[in-house]
Structures are given as structure tokens and as C-alpha cells.
């Protein structure tokens, strides 16, 4: 199966990636550059996709401060809010309508390519902050694709009920080296561990009862 | 009511620009500059918004051959399909997944500035060529536009039921300068005729009764 692939960098998507060629897929990547202050994660993507010969495009968004305004992850006179993932504080760090943009991009790669389906890695974990993790949303986009093109196109969000701990656990199993994944928001060489997104990070680690290699 | 519109400077969109403003719209515009053969027309978009004095943004997207692969408007080594819009030689102008990264990105723009709703002008007459014209797919990106933010978008397409000499009549009551909107598809400055969109504008011209003044 061809399938095209949403990569970030993060851990979701590089366990996505491992999972994907452990069934046998043909990957390609797209990496997107939304001028996100995090931008290094995309660095990690590329190392990634180069350690295991997997084709990927990298592009990069222009002009992004008008289209996806006030966000803390684009706009840099907003500061990226430190706690816990699911507080209120932490909407700082929606970028507007960015899943759409991600997937629409990523779908014209697909249809342009004759892939079968489409992955990203949206999860459960996301869904009380970022609308457009929602199962709804995804289900939306689903069945918009089945339409964008006479080329019908599956949409793969295989960890959507799941959250990063159960995510951690599956990518240990298949051998991720999460060493080499970045998650930080405030995008420091070294994470902040404050931000939610390494709060989060720390947690999932927990759960699956392992060390962050990142920390080691 | 604040709208952003996706705004291509052909006919269609342009009627729409009118029509917004005449129903009393604060209308902010996206042009995206996807590398088309007839980018022309952005030109003609940007004349326009300067004259009635909207905003609007002009945006580039990079590298889009890999994105929007095997498109006449994409790719200069595929030749622009002469004869009528619903002919199937004209599926070669059909750019992967097109309408729903410039729903996306206007999308993004709406949330940014707060706007009640996003408006396109996808009309009856694409239907057969054009899937990501279809009634369907624009029903499956409104539900999605429901759930990509806390704030919700309205997605307006007034004339996704009208053919396209059904919006030249509406547009001619409202003064639209048809002689500065731009159509063709092979993106000379002077319209070769032949094309499926230059024959679609005259059929239009013809079905309103009326001269084109571009060919005036």
C-alpha cells in the first residue's frame, strides 16, 4: 500500500512512520514548514527520513503570520503557556485551522502520487485543546477526501482513540528511537520540560514505564 | 457581516466580490498564487481590490509541482485541453486537491481575523470536471469548517447551484467590470478562445445576452 505520511518529527508521527513500514507500506513523507517556533522538529523529521531511506518533500509556508494569527506557536509576541497539557492556558498554542492546511497539502501530494491512503497522527491526548484533532473533524475530512478527486483517498489516523502513553508503548515495541523525535513548543536544542507538549511528552513515558532517552 | 473570500479574479469570483459589498459584507480577500499557468488572473484580482479598496492578501505557495502533479495549470509539459468545459480531454486542467488547500488556507485567514464566514465561488458548470466543485465535497468541508476551531465558519457558496451564465446575469446588474476579470486557461494576455474556459465565459456572455467586453 502507498501511503502518504504527515510528519512532524514528534513522537506520534515517527511511531506512525515505524508502524507503517512494519506493515509493509510504502511511505512518503511531507513535512511542512508553517513557520512554527518549533520549526527544529522538522530537522528531526528530515534525519529520520534519511536514516531510513523513506522518499520526503519538505515545503515551507509563506506569509503564515497573516493566515494563522495569534497563536503562540507562530506569532512570537505570544509566549507559550507552561502546565499541563489539557488547561485553558494551553489554547494559546492552537494554531488556526493548521490540521486542515497539514492535511489538504499532504492530500494534493497523495492524489498527485496515486497513494492509497493518507496518515496522520492526530490522538485523544489533543482532543480537549485542539478542535481539529476532534473525531469529528476527522471524520469531516474523511469524507471530504473521498470526494476532493476522481482518485478516491482513505484517510489513516490509525491513534485516534489512543492516547501518547499507549502511543509510547506501541513505538517501543517497533523499536522507535525516541531519542531522535522532538517534542518541545518552545523549540530549544534542549526542551524546556515546563511547556504542555513536554509535560505530556514526560507522561506518556510514565505510562509505558521507560526512561525518555531524551533525558538520559 | 466580515467575510473572507477566496478570490481568483475570473468571473465567478468577482461577481461574488460584488455581490458581498452589495449586501453590506466587510469583505477581506485571499489570492494564492499556486504557480498556475494563468496567474494572470491574480493580477487582475489585486486591480480590482485596490479599486474598491478591500483587503486582501496575495500568498505564493512553494514547490508545488510535487504537490499538484499532472495539471495543465500546473505543469507546463501538459498541454491545455482545447473544446468544451465538459469534454473529458478537459479533466487535464483538474489540479489535485486545488479547492480544498485554498479552503484551507482561507480558512486559516477567517479564523485569524475573526470572520463569520468564508466564501468561494464553485459553481453549477464544474461539476463534471471539477470534483472538488461538487455539492458533495462542499457539504463535507462546511461540516469540517463547523469543527476546526472553537469558533465557528460558515461556508458560503452562493452559486454552487447556478450555472455560470446565471451568475454573469447577476453579476451584470450589479456593475461588475467584466473587461477586468481574466478566464483563460492558457494564460495569455490576450484570451485564446479555445480553451474550455474562455468557451465557458462566452456561452456565459451569450446566455445573458450580452457582449463580452473583452472582446470588445
Chains 1, 2 share one sequence.
Not at 527520513?49 to 505570544?78: A, F, W
Not at 485523544?124 to 473521498?146: L, N, Q, W
Not at 501518547?164 to 517534542?183: D, N, R, S
Request: proline residues 5%; neutral net charge; charged residues 25%.
Amino acid at each position: 500500500m502507498k501511503t502518504v505520511l504527515i510528519y512532524s518529527g514528534g513522537m506520534d508521527s515517527t511511531t506512525l512512520l515505524y508502524d507503517l513500514i512494519n506493515k509493509g507500506d510504502e511511505v512518503l513523507c511531507l513535512l511542512v514548514d508553517y513557520n512554527q517556533r518549533h520549526s527544529t522538529e522538522l530537522d528531526h523529521a528530515e534525519r529520520q527520513c534519511n536514516k531510513l531511506r523513506i522518499e520526503y518533500t519538505r515545503i515551507h509556508l509563506p506569509n503564515t503570520k497573516v493566515l494563522m494569527q495569534g497563536s503562540s506557536q507562530t506569532d512570537k509576541s505570544v509566549k507559550v503557556p507552561e502546565g499541563n497539557y489539557d488547561e485553558p492556558t494551553m489554547k494559546a498554542t492552537v494554531v488556526p485551522n493548521r490540521n486542515m492546511i497539514l492535511l489538504a497539502l499532504a492530500g494534493a501530494y497523495a492524489v498527485s502520487v496515486k497513494a492509497d491512503r493518507l496518515a496522520y497522527g492526530a490522538h485523544a491526548g489533543d482532543h480537549t485543546i485542539y478542535p481539529d484533532c476532534r473525531p469529528e473533524f476527522v471524520e469531516a475530512m474523511s469524507k471530504a477526501f473521498t470526494l476532493c478527486d476522481w482518485h478516491t483517498l482513505d484517510l489513516y489516523v490509525p491513534y485516534l482513540h489512543l492516547t501518547k502513553g499507549e502511543i509510547c508503548k506501541i513505538g517501543l515495541k517497533l523499536g522507535v528511537p525516541y531519542g531522535a523525535t522532538y517534542t518541545c513548543y518552545k523549540g530549544y536544542f534542549k526542551p524546556c520540560g515546563k511547556c504542555g507538549a513536554c509535560m505530556e511528552r514526560a507522561e506518556a513515558f510514565a505510562f509505558a514505564g521507560e526512561v525518555d532517552p531524551s533525558c538520559k
